[in-house]
Nanobody
């Protein structure tokens, strides 16, 4: 069984920065794609960012481009999401996810494993 645990979410003022972490443990497998999604109150879960197995390829939602950076350290089985210039509309529960494969993946349905989420709240 594979477990994903997010951390790093908290209350931050608009314009601030956060780095979320996602630790992967258990019956880890390789290669795997990592992704970050978020769900704001009253809304569906949406794609934020994805990174390929070797970290060469990344992709972002339009709302994240230029402000967020996804990265990973396979030696530590950990993924990261650096978020800069945070806005109140970034307030959401952020989830990391893992999918079998080596490329990138944008759809929830492509991901096999999910974390429990970490709350990010951006105050104005």
């Amino acid at each position: 069984q594979v477990q994903l645990v997010e951390s790093g979410g908290r209350l931050v003022q608009a314009g601030g920065s956060l780095r979320l972490s996602c630790a992967v443990s258990g019956r880890t497998f390789s290669p795997y794609i990592m992704g970050w999604f978020r769900q704001a109150p009253g809304k569906g879960r949406e794609f934020v960012a994805t990174i390929s197995w070797r970290g060469i390829n990344t992709d972002y939602a339009d709302s994240a481009k230029g402000r967020f950076t996804i990265s990973r350290d396979n030696a530590k089985n950990t993924g990261y999401l650096r978020m800069n210039s945070l806005k109140p509309e970034d307030t959401a529960v952020y989830y990391c996810a893992a999918a079998t494969g080596s490329a990138t993946a944008h759809s929830e349905q492509q991901y096999n494993y999910w974390g429990q989420g970490t709350q990010v709240t951006v105050s104005s």
